[in-house]
T-cell receptor, first 110, second 117 residues
């Protein structure tokens, strides 16, 4: 699976959009981009995933560049409860295991 | 509530003791996984079971054994605990298919915090 590069930490004011970047320049054509987050010491939580097209669900939006070498997770109105470590993972969709890096620690402040 | 249940939540072992971490899922998922997470680090895969009756090693399998008891249950055993196995252990399950719109990724349990002294 392709490796990813994320900033170590980011800050965001409550109510503002949080934009978390991820670089995956070696991604293959059949690899998906997944985002998870881990709040405090809880188990990681699935957020969203995509292949080529931008995706949106009730939690977030995922913007993937046309060349697929990078993506951005957008939390449209960040709250204090969104403070967490966010993991960007690329993997082949079927039967491939998730490999976690160290992620981005997002701190949402008042 | 549907999800992944891990027991126990906390455990302290002495070096050399053995124990089994239990994991059960009620989502009818085919695949199950065991990860460990050390302080300040990401999760590392220990073992996984792609389907009932199969198990395979992950990134850090040494010192562990697993059993896929049935479709619901996947246990992790430490035969002779060592201080280096002090960690938080997470179990996960999934029905990963093609990665399309019905692929919701992994569901994780809340973790077992293990200390080996």
């Amino acid at each position: 699976d392709a490796k990813t590069t994320q900033p170590t930490s980011m800050d965001c004011a409550e109510g503002r959009a949080a934009n978390l970047p991820c670089n995956h320049s070696t991604i293959s054509g059949n690899e998906y981009v997944y985002w998870y987050r881990q709040i405090h010491s809880q188990g990681p939580q699935y957020i969203i995933h995509g292949l080529k097209n931008n995706e949106t669900n009730e939690m977030a939006s995922l913007i993937i560049t046309e060349d697929r070498k990078s993506s951005t997770l957008i939390l449209p109105h960040a709250t204090l409860r969104d403070t967490a470590v966010y993991y960007c993972i690329v993997r082949v969709g079927a039967a491939s295991k998730l490999t976690f890096g160290t992620g981005t620690r997002l701190q949402v402040t008042l | 509530n549907a999800g992944v249940t891990q027991t126990p939540k906390f455990q302290v072992l002495k070096t050399g003791q053995s124990m089994t971490l239990q994991c059960a899922q009620d989502m009818n998922h085919n695949s199950m996984y065991w990860y460990r997470q050390d302080p300040g680090m990401g999760l590392r895969l220990i073992y996984y079971s792609a389907s009932e009756g199969t198990t395979d090693k992950g990134e850090v399998p040494n010192g562990y054994n697993v059993s896929r008891l049935n479709k619901r249950e996947f246990s992790l055993r430490l035969e002779s605990a060592a201080p280096s196995q002090t960690s938080v252990y997470f179990c996960a399950s999934s029905n990963i298919g093609t990665g399309g719109s019905t692929d919701y990724g992994y569901t994780f349990g809340s973790g077992t915090r293990l200390t080996v002294v």
